[in-house]
């Protein structure tokens, strides 16, 4: 993009010279989040022509605004009303109402809180089950990565086959995962490489949105029986399925890795949690809002807006860092402390408004029982090495996390 192209910058609004899809600032963005909010309420950013907003009354602010900041010109830094959308549009994330509304209708009733009392006891067995495994291999001595062994395993159990999918090939949910938090921000080396992979994992994920694919009954069956019902068309169903796979996974998968790198390391916190596991719902949510998995989301305004009281031209491009906002001391005392004794309400690690997480109980679920299950069983967790990173343009993720579970 050369400077002639770049939309106006209103005056007054603070610049920011800064690449926030740098891997140094991926690898640790909280110096920059610092740096965003006290820049002021927003800035621009001329690396990529877009405003962003670190403070939380101003991301709030922008995510419970869907009729100034819009979400079906895409929610990454891409322009759908000036680029095609490198894949079809998500009938949910990617859309306004009215569209919205029919599609976010169908999903919220499946991901209702009665489902998840439904789903709640085969889940609980299902943490039990790995925590009864891990502790076997514990009290053999060995170490374990966190990532691999406990927050990718879990998530690709009980969420795909609560959706109704085959055993078979999960591991191309978090390839898809990887590509497309990647695919929301810019066309660098980390989509490139999360790209290389694209054909195969996308021929494979639209293949298991089809019904016959899918368990009668479960999550992605009932999708197709709304479409039955006339609430949704028949082709609107395997999107919306396809919204379970590209949501459902990757962000559980690092909400509870990035949950029990909080806990490794900070031992006082885990005592607590073991001396009462009825804590990990609490201990989950304050690490959704420390290390949010989801970094950020970008809206685009529909008309000139006053956001903190600079007017941000029509069609502009405005990054909402959710995960600053959720440090804002302007917003929580002691911001940068694990402290699972906080109540964090009003985070915006899952999103506010009408686009706020659809999933979110099935996903505080999988953490709470993750929490549970692993507090039940081990005195205390220690970190036996350096845990390494998964960059990725949007999400906050570990690679590895090698740990010491010790019995209790
Ligand atoms: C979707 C979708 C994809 C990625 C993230 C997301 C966090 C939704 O396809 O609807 O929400």
Redesign the pocket.
């Known amino acids: 993009m050369t400077t002639d192209t770049l939309p106006t910058l209103p005056a007054g609004v603070p610049v920011l010279d800064i690449d926030p899809f740098a891997d140094e600032v991926l690898r640790d963005p909280y110096a920059y989040h610092a740096r965003l909010r006290e820049a002021g309420p927003v800035a621009w950013i001329p690396k990529y022509g877009i405003y962003a907003t670190g403070r939380h009354e101003q991301v709030r602010q922008v995510l419970n605004d869907h009729e100034n900041y819009i979400s079906s010109a895409g929610?990454g830094l891409a322009n759908f009303n000036k680029e095609p959308p490198f894949r079809p549009k998500?009938?949910?994330?990617?859309a306004d109402p009215p569209n919205h509304t029919r599609a976010r209708t169908v999903l919220s009733r499946i991901l209702s809180p009665r489902t998840v009392n439904q789903i709640r006891e085969t889940f609980t067995q299902e943490a039990d089950a790995l925590f009864d495994q891990l502790l076997a291999a514990s009290e053999r001595g060995e170490a374990i990565d966190g990532i691999k062994q406990i927050a990718e395993v879990y998530p690709l159990k009980v969420f795909p086959d609560a959706v109704g999918l085959e055993p078979q090939g999960r591991e191309n949910l978090l390839v898809y995962?990887d590509m497309?938090?990647n695919a929301?921000g810019p066309r660098n080396e980390l989509l490139a490489r999360a790209a290389e992979k694209v054909q195969p994992v996308t021929a494979w994920i639209m293949a298991h949105c089809q019904r016959a694919m899918l368990r009668p009954g479960g999550f992605g069956d009932q999708i197709y029986q709304a479409a039955d019902a006339g609430e949704i068309s028949q082709e609107e169903a395997p999107m919306?399925v396809?919204?379970f796979?590209?949501?459902g996974v990757d962000?559980t998968v690092n909400g509870i890795g990035n949950a029990l790198w909080c806990l490794a390391q900070n031992p006082e916190a885990y005592a607590r949690l073991h001396a009462d596991p009825s804590l990990a719902r609490q201990a989950f949510e304050e690490s959704l809002r420390l290390e949010s998995a989801?970094q950020t989301?970008f809206r685009t305004t529909a008309r000139t807006v006053a956001l903190a009281g600079f007017d941000i031209p029509a069609d502009a491009k405005v990054l909402a860092v959710l995960a600053a906002a959720n440090r804002d001391e302007r917003q929580w005392s002691r911001p940068d402390r694990y402290d699972i004794d906080r109540r964090p309400t009003g985070h915006m690690a899952l999103?506010s408004g009408i686009?706020g997480?659809?999933g979110q109980v099935v996903a505080r679920l999988e953490g709470e029982l993750v929490l549970a299950a692993l507090a039940k069983r081990f005195a205390r967790i220690e970190l036996v090495g350096e845990p390494t990173r998964r960059l990725n343009n949007t999400l906050r993720a570990l690679g590895t996390l090698p740990l010491r579970l010790i019995p209790a």
Do not use: K, M, Q
């Not at 998500?90 to 990617?94: P, Q």
């Open positions: 929610v998500s009938l949910i994330l990617e995962g497309i938090f929301f919306l396809r919204s796979l590209s949501a962000t989801v989301f999103g686009h997480c659809v």
